[in-house]
């Protein structure tokens, strides 16, 4: 699926998918995360993982 112009997706040797993207508002990309579950792990961006660890109701967005 492609979810913004100029995302890039990686597949990684272990299975996993990486995602990259660049945004000006996260209004719209923390529901994005979410619904992937606690399977999603947010890399390289603070502010993101935070916001995902809040609206899961913990600290920190990685994956649990």
């Known amino acids: 699926r492609e979810w ?3 995302q ?3 597949d990684l040797p272990d299975g996993r998918l ?3 993207f ?3 508002s ?3 990309v923390v529901p994005f995360v979410l619904q992937f579950g ?3 792990e947010v890399l390289g961006s603070a502010e993101l993982q935070q916001a995902v660890g ?3 109701g913990s ?3 990685g994956a649990s």
């Open 22 to 24: 660049s945004v000006m």
């Open 59 to 61: 600290s920190g967005g």
């Open 8 to 10: 890039r997706l990686t």
């Open 18 to 20: 990486r995602l990259r």
């Open 38 to 40: 606690h399977a999603v």
């Open 54 to 56: 809040t609206a899961r």
């Open 4 to 6: 913004q112009k100029g």
């Open 26 to 28: 996260l209004v719209e």
